[in-house]
């Protein structure tokens, strides 16, 4: 069975920097792009940084660029997203989430990682 696996949140500090990992395992678990989003209290899920997992094209919200960097392993099928200079306002639990094919949409989502930025 294909799922994600994430990993890396906690507590840090405004200005300090944390790096989340997300693992996709599966026997027959295809990728055609992997993204970040986050959902904090109250507010709707938003997407933050997403990666074609060919050619390795990446973007990013305007809220993050800049700050956070999203990189890939496709030999561990792995997605990074290396986080910099964090805000109070990044607090949120973060998701990643994974495209098959190019027909799809994100079908396929990890359980979130809590991300806690306060002083």
């Known amino acids: 069975q294909e799922q994600l696996v994430e990993s890396g949140g906690g507590l840090v500090q405004p200005g300090d920097s944390l790096r989340l990992s997300c693992a996709a395992s599966?026997?027959?678990?295809?990728?055609?792009?992997m993204g970040w989003f986050r959902q904090a209290p109250g507010k709707e899920r938003e997407s933050v940084a997403t990666?074609?997992?060919?050619?390795?094209?990446?973007s990013y919200s305007d809220s993050v660029k800049g700050r956070f960097t999203i990189s890939k392993d496709n030999a561990k099928n792995t997605v990074y997203l290396q986080m910099n200079s964090l805000k109070p306002e990044d607090t949120a639990v973060y998701y990643c989430?994974?495209?098959?094919?190019?027909?799809?949409?994100?079908?396929?989502w990890g359980q979130g990682t809590q991300v806690t930025v306060s002083s």
């Open positions: 990666i074609y997992w060919g050619g390795g094209r990446t």
């Open positions: 599966g026997r027959t678990f295809s990728i055609y792009q």
């Open positions: 989430a994974a495209k098959p094919t190019v027909y799809n949409d994100y079908d396929y």
